[in-house]
């Protein structure tokens, strides 16, 4: 529980450091992508926090490199 409080005091830190001049930017796009890549990296915060188990990404990353150098 220590984590999470430790990582959601860093996501609000970042928010109000990044994401909110962002927004006064009006840099629309910018803004979006760095909204959900922060979203989904918090929820994975979260999932690891509640010690849920996360597939690993490895094999699929490594079957789209093997196919891009079987061409």
């Known amino acids: 529980m220590i984590m999470i ?6 996501y609000v ?3 109000f ?3 909110v ?3 006064r930017d009006k840099k629309w796009k910018l803004f979006y992508i ?5 979203a989904i990296s ?3 915060i979260i999932l690891i926090g509640f010690d849920v188990n996360i597939p690993s990404p490895a094999p699929i990353i490594k079957k789209a490199v093997t196919s891009i150098f079987n061409l």
Do not use: G
């Open 34 to 38: 760095y909204s959900i890549i922060t």
């Open 13 to 15: 830190l970042f928010i």
């Open 21 to 23: 001049p962002i927004y």
């Open 17 to 19: 450091t990044d994401l």
């Open 5 to 10: 409080s430790f990582f959601s005091f860093l």
């Open 42 to 44: 918090y929820i994975m």
